[in-house]
Structures are given as structure tokens and as C-alpha cells.
């Protein structure tokens, strides 16, 4: 098993930055690729970035966002930069194996932008 803990939410402005941290602990070894999602109010989970062999951006995010992960803290992260409303969200990372790429999943950390 695997465990994900996510950190690093809060209260910000637009334009503000942010970096969210996904610490994952437990069988981690078996970790290939990792993956942020979140999920804007009253709307369904979406994609937000990815990596593994190589690293993928929803359109949403792509030049604002960048995911990045150090194998020795088995942690990921998002820096989250010019941030706007619309990334206003319950933000969850994700863990898995090839074939499985979104078996673990964290509890989520809000991050809410205001205008």
C-alpha cells in the first residue's frame, strides 16, 4: 500500500503563487508516475498535470503550472503560478503503476483564489 498526503492549500489573490506538496509514504518503490487532479465546485474531478517517463499538462495549466518530484523525500509537487480564480479547487495527487496509474489517492487540499 501506499499513503498520500497532500499539503500546501489556502487563501490566495489572483495572480499569486502557490506550491502544493504530495508526500507519499508506505510501498513507494512500486510508484511509476504521479498526477495531480482536482475538483472545482459543484463540478467533476478533473486532470491537472502529470509525471512519470514524462510530464503532461491539462491546456488549463500548461505555462502557469509545473509538477516536479524528488524520489529521495518521495514527495511531488505543483508550483502553482499566476493563479486564477478558476483554479479555485479541492486539489488531490494521485499514485500508481503503469497499468494503474491513479491506484492511490490522497485526501485533498483546497485551494481557493479570489478575484
Known sequence: QVQLVE???GLVQAGDSLRLSCAASGRTFSIFTMAWFRQPPGKER????????NTMYADSVKGRFTISRDNVKNTMYLQMNSLKPEDTAVYYCSAGETYRPNKYWGQGTQVTVSS
Not at 46 to 53: P, Q, T
Open 7 to 9: 499539503s500546501g492549500g
Open 46 to 53: 478533473e486532470f491537472v498535470a502529470r509525471i512519470g517517463s
